[in-house]
């Protein structure tokens, strides 16, 4: 199973960051997701495709349907350069599943 | 506070062994799984292997792209997990992480800082 992330998105401070990524059928499965700025392990941001850990602002957000789920970040500030990696988790297997290639998110 | 502490890294030639260590606190460290993960350098995150809780008798799994060169233990009494890898080669060359998950099915909450190792001769 493989899932596709585009290598870069670029985007103005104050505006909405889209980051997507792509698999076969990845709406019927879980996906969580994970910022790693430079230099730092990585921290999870989204879990459960919409679910939010404790201490994350509320301006990140998940979305998961059909082939793509996607990570948005609103009001995007300069603190959230930084990598992003989409992980999908099958339910039905006791696995860690598979990570994206990683999405390297540029605050202009 | 929840804490991950890996240790073990650094300078190895290729062909020999390492051994990383995984020093966990503040949590009931024999119920949860740890899982190990590597990041080559420029690279995205590549989970090698993994072991499970007392509950599920603390068995084992392993990537393919390691499997046969790889062990994961624990020690519960000591909070402690291993990383051994073995044949090392100089695409072993990572940072090595340690995580686990608490609240949501594979969802790593947790991470350790990492620690490096570099195959080289």
């Known amino acids: 199973y493989v899932l596709t992330q585009p290598p870069s998105v670029s985007v103005a401070p104050g505006k909405t960051a889209k980051i997507a990524c792509g698999g076969d059928?990845?709406?019927?499965?879980?996906v969580h997701w994970y910022q790693q700025r430079p230099g730092q392990a990585p921290i999870l941001v989204i879990y459960?495709?919409?679910d939010r850990p404790s201490g994350i602002p509320e301006r990140f957000s998940g979305s998961n349907s059909g082939n793509t789920a996607t990570l948005t970040i609103n009001r995007v500030e300069a603190g959230d350069e930084a990598d992003y990696y989409c992980?999908?988790?099958?339910?039905?297997?006791?696995?860690?599943?598979?990570f994206g290639g990683g999405t390297k998110l540029t605050v202009l | 506070e929840v804490q991950l502490v890996e240790s073990g890294g650094g300078l190895v030639q290729p062909g020999r062994s390492l051994r990383l260590s995984c020093t966990v606190s503040?949590?009931?460290?024999?119920?949860?799984?740890i899982i190990w993960f590597r990041q080559a350098p420029g690279k995205g995150l590549e989970w090698i292997g993994f072991i499970r809780g007392r509950s599920y008798a603390g068995t084992t799994e392993y990537a393919a792209s390691v499997k046969g060169r790889i062990t994961i233990s624990r020690d519960d009494s000591k909070n402690i997990a291993y990383l051994q890898l073995y044949s090392l080669r100089a695409e072993d060359t990572a940072m090595y992480y340690c995580?686990?998950?608490?609240?949501?099915?594979?969802?790593?909450?947790?991470w350790g800082q990492g620690t490096l190792v570099t195959v080289s001769s």
């Open positions: 995580s686990t998950y608490t609240t949501a099915f594979y969802a790593f909450d947790y």
């Open positions: 059928n990845i709406g019927s499965k879980s």
């Open positions: 459960y495709d919409t």
């Open positions: 992980q999908m988790w099958d339910s039905s297997s006791d696995h860690p599943g598979v």
């Open positions: 503040g949590f009931t460290f024999a119920d949860y799984s």
